[in-house]
């Protein structure tokens, strides 16, 4: 069976159980880089408009005739498959593996599972069924997104790659006080946010922050607190139970997986 852990996530699931090596030779455009050399600058798979057209560059051809050559070929056979294609270049996707910033849920699974079971669900086999089963097998969630709208995740890093101090910031006066120039903004977002610098309180090298933005759900799963403002306003109200938890949602079914 071939395996490319850095390539889909049951191949980086088995590679993490089985101590495989972790080998990633294409750039985050999809072209080799030079750890071999015959495809170094190469784009990965061939380009939708040429399949069917003689001399172009083909990948997955070179790979065939590699190993035809070395002996190790037992048999090429054409069939037809999915595959994603770029509605706009229309050239091959890929899948990437990259790295991610979690919360790590599995640390409360059994505080969620006890939580739900006092949720008076209508009907009650919602509870025990499609949302207490993703309870029972919660996964750590991926909370950042690499594109531009969103909440800009709140975490600066110091530049200097020994030290790596991480800073969360929890509001806007927090960052007024550390950041340099005691800057206030007239809007939060990208490209603003990024543009403010946080001297490292442990090695005075500038703070950058990472260019993240959170996942919307959780926007969505803040909004029972957020909307009173909290902690910033009605900080007793919430923390005596008079807002949060909420008396009654109702939902569409498609959202009972995990955000309230
Ligand atoms: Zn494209
Ligand atoms: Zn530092």
Redesign the pocket.
């Given at each position: 069976v071939h395996i490319a852990p850095a390539f889909g996530e049951d191949d980086y699931n088995i590679g993490q159980e089985f101590g495989l090596p972790f080998i990633q030779p294409i750039d985050e455009k999809g072209y080799f880089d030079d750890s071999i050399p015959e495809l170094a600058g190469k784009y990965f798979k061939i380009h939708r408009e040429d399949i069917g057209k003689k001399n172009v560059w083909d990948t997955d051809k070179w790979v065939v005739d590699q190993l035809k050559k070395m002996g190790k070929l037992l048999d090429v056979r054409d069939y037809a498959h999915d595959y994603p294609f770029c509605w706009r270049c229309k050239r091959a996707l890929l899948y990437y593996a990259r790295e991610s910033w979690f919360i790590q849920m599995s640390r409360f699974r059994e505080d969620l599972l006890e939580t739900n079971a006092k949720v008076n669900w209508v009907p009650k086999m919602i509870g025990t069924g499609r949302f207490g089963n993703f309870l029972d097998k919660v996964r750590d969630w991926a909370i950042s997104r690499e594109r531009f709208w969103g909440t800009p995740l709140p975490i600066w890093i110091?530049n200097?790659r020994e030290?790596?101090?991480m800073l969360a910031i929890g509001s806007y006066e927090e960052l007024k006080t550390l950041s340099k120039g005691n800057v206030v903004l007239e809007d939060y977002h990208k490209p603003m946010i990024d543009e403010v610098l946080i001297s490292?309180p442990?090695?005075?090298?500038d703070?950058n922050r990472t260019p993240e933005v959170i996942d919307c759900w959780y926007d969505s799963g803040a909004a029972p607190f957020a909307q009173y403002h909290y902690p910033f306003e009605n900080k007793e109200l919430v923390d005596n139970g008079g807002a949060y938890p909420v008396d009654f949602i109702a939902e569409g079914m498609d959202q009972t997986r995990g955000w309230f």
């Open positions: 110091c200097d030290c790596n101090h490292c442990k090695c005075k090298s703070m």
